[in-house]
């Protein structure tokens, strides 16, 4: 087609989206937020109307020989959910659209539609529509999510202020852990049919991969105490990736401390005693948590600062290029979005 | 998995959203019409926004042997368009969804991208977020469109009255005609790869096919006379799938009369000729026209009888199950919906 050739993999991800955006030209005055943020933004009179969408496919995102289709219905609607709980926004509808090939029953369908259908009732979210199709290999999802959110409260990633607290929900590393865990005993399994995954031990990191949860949670408690976080960002490429998010985004700087992040005890034997993997580099690099990650005021810090969920990592500042780990001995440490080398996915909104 | 494996085939492409819709609760006030349409309708204040999703996945919707990359770009984003016009609505965002295998070069998704911002500009959408990922093997986009109408001009498949005249805009057959000369000439091609593909006599069916375009200008102009459809479907699946989901919504039957459906010179040609198939079999289960399928009141026609292109096919009658098409010998021939024998694609909002 063309002369020259180029593999996306050279300007990855984030490159490729910077490329896409870049060409982009608005043209509705309905449109607040394009790409860039975990949502886009649309102005609907009253309110402000947030989309966003993920696109999960079969070998890439998943591998359906651990990965239950229920699970895999709840999850792929979850991840949607999470996007728009950062813009700090209720989701209120979804969309899905499938692609099948004939490998996949009318009964597999139906258990894809049923963690579909638990997704949306435990999170109060209407099925309103989507597309199902045949492809030519493999499970295709894609799911778009609405939300919304009043216009004084939509949280970007771009509104954090020097010396605001950044603040991280739950712990991190688990769905990283456990989808390591995940990998091992398939491929024991691989080498020897006879053997049974071994995942009674691995329950909770196991879960936290299958099975995530979206923070809306926080969102309904932050607006109950009367906080709009000044930015926000969902974590799912890894903590590392997300605050680099926040700093570009913000014009700032970030500083968090080694020993402030949460990591829950199974995360952290199961990733040092089990995997011999360092657990920190876990949570940051890991990703899938899908824990919120924002910044408030230091005014705010005194409304939720005994929350048991809710954990203060660090600070922002004003030295734009210098975001640090601070470690545990005191070292000051570059952080680096080491994330997905490779090209996998990438939600822009 | 499951004991008992049925084939999604067995129940059919609308077998199957039934299924899924019928599973559904609704629980948001501001769901106003879910799976069932052309675009789900959400209550957004002073407005309603429609959503529409439309995946396709190459070797079942699109063939790259002969489908330029620009050209499917362009295509992925009217067909969505397309949906939310047959609302009633004006499309005003869209959301890419890509899933790329390693096979495609940063050269192939610039040209993907080119087809879809020509597509947005035409239509003055904008292209507000999505999801670039990988995929195992071949290419999927899915796209959802973002449209507003004014709550009072919605317009759904079931609001149809006994007497209502049935109206279709432009012309039918052309874009199934263009598939086939397309697939033709592909297969001369695989014989013989010194052959040169003969399209210059095909330039208007191909072009159809290739390069569909929605008919947002038809709802302009519609709303600029005051019409407001009673109801109202676009074409994909073929004029006489879409006349029947007519009927079924609103409950009543559809009479059309053979010599009244609109076909170019061009394709009845090359359909009666080239292809030696009957060239009203391809407007009533060929699909992909894009063209709008409507219903008017007696009242309104007096204000576009003389459009040059819109057609008055028909009408709508009392007797529901009796959905018939009038030949030009006055044969009363029963409407059935062959469209898609097989399980391929279906839209549902």
Chains 1, 2 share one sequence.
Not at 312 to 327: T, V, W
């Amino acid at each position: 087609m063309t002369e020259k050739r180029s593999e996306i993999n050279q300007i990855g991800e984030f490159g490729l989206i910077d490329r896409i955006s870049s060409r982009v030209e608005l043209q509705n005055s309905s449109t607040v937020k394009g790409i860039g943020d975990d949502a886009a933004v649309i102005d609907a009179g009253d309110d402000f109307t947030l989309l966003c969408s993920d696109m999960l496919t079969e070998g890439v995102h998943f591998d359906l020989s651990y990965v239950p289709l229920r699970h895999l219905g709840y999850k792929a609607v979850v991840v949607n959910l999470s996007d728009i709980a950062a813009m700090n926004g209720r989701p209120e509808q979804i969309i899905v659209s499938l692609g099948l090939s004939n490998r996949f029953s009318l009964q597999a369908v139906d258990e894809l539609y049923e963690g579909i259908r638990a997704a949306c009732q435990n999170y109060k979210v209407d099925l309103v529509g989507g597309d199902t199709t045949s492809s030519a290999s493999g499970l295709v999802i894609s799911i778009t999510a609405i939300g919304r959110v009043q216009k004084d409260k939509v949280v970007y990633r771009s509104g954090a202020k020097s010396n605001d607290i950044i603040c991280v929900t739950g712990d991190l590393g688990a769905a990283y852990v456990g989808l390591q865990i995940l990998e091992r005993e398939k491929q024991v399994f691989l080498t020897n049919p006879e053997m049974k995954p071994q995942l009674e031990d691995f329950e909770y990191v196991v879960g936290r991969q299958l099975k995530p949860e979206a923070r809306t949670d926080i969102v309904h408690e932050l607006g109950d105490l009367g906080i709009v976080p000044t930015s926000m960002i969902d974590i799912s490429d890894g903590l590392a990736s997300e605050l680099l998010h926040l700093s570009k985004n913000s014009g700032l700087g970030v500083k968090i401390f080694e020993d402030k992040i949460p990591i829950d005890t199974k995360v952290y034997e199961t990733a040092a005693i089990e995997l011999k993997v360092d657990p920190i580099t876990c949570t940051l690099n890991g990703g899938e948590d899908y824990e919120l990650l924002f910044t408030i005021t230091q005014a705010d810090f005194e409304k939720i600062k005994n929350h048991p969920d809710i954990h203060f990592i660090g600070h922002m500042h004003d030295e734009a290029k210098q975001n640090l780990l601070i470690s545990k001995q005191g070292t000051v440490i570059p952080l680096q979005a080491q994330g997905w080398n490779h090209f996998t996915s990438q939600s822009t909104g």
